[in-house]
T-cell receptor, first 113, second 112 residues
Framework: AQSVTQLDSQVPVFEEAPVELRCNYS??????LFWYVQYPNQGLQLLLK??????LVKGINGFEAEFNKSQTSFHLRKPSVHISDTAEYFC???????????FGQGTRLTINP | DTEVTQTPKHLVMGMTNKKSLKCEQH?????MYWYKQKAKKPPELMFV???????INESVPSRFSPECPNSSLLNLHLHALQPEDSALYLC???????????FGNGTRLTVT
């Protein structure tokens, strides 16, 4: 089975500052990793995914994440945030071939002007 | 715009009502999912259909009844719900194991 821990429930940052949202996972098998964003009153939108290959993954809206197998982490980063990045961010993991996607508890990113 | 379409966007129902939530995708995905999401929480898996057959039921109460009429459609039939069932209900689909889930915008359900 897989599990995901998002280390921060809330992250406040100022506009144009860099941000990192932390995600650690555990699994006894190889995994695929995802970051989703949820804006108010909407569904979840895929930001980026790691399936295999390069450990640095680039996604939409200027976000990127790095897969670190030894530290079982998949932290999300953005060098300069905008007010429009205010949202809930979910890290998720699935085992290769598995049907279930396991979500972390979410991190609320708040951008202050 | 989302490629997974859910209707209705909002639904208010009494505890004795029967209603249905609908989900449609035309991406050719063969796996479809129902999730329930309470405020400030991650989505909780309810059901998974794979090739139109129910493959996962996460011990969901029988007042929720899923149906997959064909590979593009997924329904969730609701009957005798409780106020604590009020939540955002999300539908999702995926191509194959390992590929990401594509979510609809959800149905906001309120049970009175």
């Amino acid at each position: 089975a897989q599990s995901v821990t998002q280390l921060d429930s809330q992250v406040p940052v100022f506009e144009e500052a860099p941000v990192e949202l932390r995600c650690n996972y555990s699994s006894s098998v190889s995994v695929y990793l995802f970051w989703y964003v949820q804006y108010p009153n909407q569904g979840l939108q895929l930001l980026l995914k790691y399936l295999s290959g390069s450990t640095l993954v680039k996604g939409i809206n200027g976000f990127e994440a790095e897969f670190n197998k030894s530290q079982t982490s998949f932290h999300l980063r953005k060098p300069s945030v905008h007010i429009s990045d205010t949202a809930e961010y979910f890290c998720a993991v699935t085992g290769t071939g598995a049907q279930k996607l396991v979500f972390g508890q979410g991190t609320r990113l708040t951008i202050n002007p | 715009d989302t490629e997974v379409t859910q209707t209705p966007k909002h639904l208010v129902m009494g505890m004795t009502n029967k209603k249905s939530l609908k989900c449609e995708q035309h991406m050719g995905h063969r796996a479809m999912y129902w999730y329930k999401q309470k405020a400030k929480k991650p989505p909780e898996l309810m059901f998974v259909y794979s090739y139109e057959k129910l493959s996962i039921n996460e011990s969901v109460p029988s007042r929720f009844s899923p149906e997959c009429p064909n590979s593009s459609l997924l329904n969730l039939h609701l009957h005798a719900l409780q106020p604590e069932d009020s939540a955002l209900y999300l539908c999702a689909s995926r191509d194959r194991g390992g590929s990401p889930l594509h979510f609809g915008n959800g149905t906001r359900l309120t049970v009175t």
